[in-house]
């Protein structure tokens, strides 16, 4: 090091901590003034989105608040669900998804038994109505394995039996039904027994093509 003084003022010395401290106190008024803003979630439904207990409704501004939350929530614990209180059609299906923007759906449903109901992670999901009552739903798994080789969906449904309560099924069932598919020339289909695990019987109905490709669908018998 040099033994002569230093030419620079002394001030100057004082810069870059006054720059830091000028930092900070920017970094500390923006956390506080748009911090909040930006971590907040979406506001509140209104009162036409959304029932008096936050569950969904399939109005028109209902499906555009579920489009934009993507978290729809339906109440199945006391059956049997009216469809008029829910803004659905008395007989027919309502499709929701695929997403306009290709997202996923977190499907909530409640239950009265079993685990109390169930969370789905879907790209679609089919409510089916008779006589003014929910029945049945049909709720598609993630985008990932919405179609997938007949090996990919066969683990999928080994490793969902457990959560639902269903068997699993036997190794070189897809395969079979693949080839019987190949051999109509129609798609051929399986389901599941029934599991009631969480609180509604479900299955799982699985399609395959000739080509080797599978789709799985959790079918949810609501009543």
């Known amino acids: 090091m040099s033994d002569f003084p230093s030419k620079v003022p002394e001030w100057v010395r004082w810069i870059p901590a006054v720059l830091l401290s000028a930092i900070i106190i920017a970094v500390v008024a923006f956390a ?12 509140p439904a209104e009162t036409n989105e959304v029932d008096d207990l936050n569950f969904s409704v399939f109005s028109e501004e209902g499906l555009a608040f579920i489009d934009e939350q ?3 929530r339906l109440d199945l614990r006391d059956l049997p669900v009216e469809t008029e209180p829910l803004g659905l059609p008395a007989d027919g299906e309502l499709v ?10 977190r499907l909530v449903l409640l239950a009265s038994g079993g685990e109390g109901g169930a969370r789905f992670t879907t790209v679609t999901f089919t409510i089916t109505t008779k006589d003014g009552e929910v029945r049945e739903l049909r709720v598609a798994p993630p985008r990932e394995v919405a179609v997938g080789t007949f090996r990919d969906v066969e683990a999928f449904a080994v490793e969902s039996a457990e959560r ?3 068997p699993p099924i036997a190794s070189g069932t897809l395969l079979d039904l693949v080839l019987a598919a190949q051999e109509s020339g129609e798609p051929e289909t399986t389901r599941t027994a029934s599991g ?3 609180g509604l019987p479900t299955q799982l109905e699985i399609t395959c ?12 018998d609501v009543g």
């Open 32 to 43: 506080a003034s748009q911090g909040p803003r930006l971590a907040a979630g979406p506001g």
């Open 70 to 72: 993507r978290i729809p």
């Open 96 to 105: 929701i998804g695929p997403h306009p923007q290709d997202l996923d759906y």
């Open 164 to 166: 639902f309560g269903y």
């Open 196 to 198: 009631d695990r969480t």
């Open 209 to 220: 093509t000739g080509d080797a490709f599978c789709q799985p669908i959790f079918v949810i």
